[in-house]
């Protein structure tokens, strides 16, 4: 019984060989075949990309690690403020790997409306001090909230008067646009000023905005385009690095 199985199944692959044959045919000029074919490719091994947080740690990788890396060249892409990619060129396979990035650890800040309180905290800690800076904070302290109510009684009729908003103790201009510098790039590079607007809402809750339309970004950008300029001087002359802005 176990040879006439195994007959059997021999036959059964015989026939099943016979009508996998690949046949071809050219239909206009095109060769088509009777069964998919798919290329086998040899293993390749290609490198994983490494994220650091700041401009010094991609220079230190590529000036240890180009030669191991095997690319005649490396390609540094200054993408935002807080945002730097290194590439390799295209290799055999019209393939680039991206080996390198960072992004800055920094805290920024977030333009809107917040209480005085908060707004000199952060006056304090993620903006460079500066006469924006302390100008800002002494008119915060010259702040007051007003919030009464007075009334008058004749004995035949009462009035109610209401007052309630902010206000500052004495009177002077208030500045319409103050130049500050917040922390929100790289810590290698000299932080961009540019201008805020200070709005104060009835509610007593300071608001700082931003004025310059993002010009600061390009600022940053270049800024960090040259710092690798400076940093990877050599490797740059050689044609090995290429910096991007």
Request: aromatic share 8%.
């Amino acid at each position: 019984m176990s040879e006439f199985t195994a007959a059997t199944i021999d036959k059964i692959v015989e026939i099943y060989d016979e009508r996998r044959e690949i046949e071809t045919t050219k239909i206009d000029g095109h060769t088509y075949t009777t069964e998919s074919l798919h290329r086998i490719e040899a293993p390749r091994y290609r490198p994983g990309c490494t994220d650091v947080y700041g401009l010094d740690s991609i220079c230190k990788l590529i000036c240890n690690e180009f030669e191991e890396i095997g690319a005649p060249r490396l390609y540094v892409r200054v993408k935002a403020h807080n945002d730097v990619d290194v590439f390799t060129p295209f290799n055999d396979h019209m393939e680039r790997d991206s080996i390198y990035r960072a992004r800055a650890d920094v805290p920024g800040f977030n333009e809107g409306f917040r209480s005085p309180e908060k707004a000199a905290i952060e006056l304090r800690s993620l903006f460079l001090p500066g006469e924006g800076v302390n100008y800002l904070l002494g008119l915060l302290s010259r702040m007051t909230k007003d919030d009464s109510a007075t009334t008058e009684d004749n004995g035949v009729t009462q009035s109610i008067t209401v007052k309630a908003g902010v206000s500052l103790k004495g009177k002077e201009q208030i500045e319409p646009r103050v130049a500050l510098t917040p922390f929100r790039t790289f810590l290698e590079v000299n932080q961009p000023a540019s201008e805020y607007i200070l709005r104060v809402n009835d509610d007593g809750a300071v608001g700082l905005f931003e004025a310059d339309g993002g010009v600061w970004k390009l600022e940053a950008k270049k800024l960090i385009a040259d710092y690798f300029e400076r940093e990877l001087f050599g490797l740059i002359e050689n044609g090995a690095v290429v910096v991007m802005r």
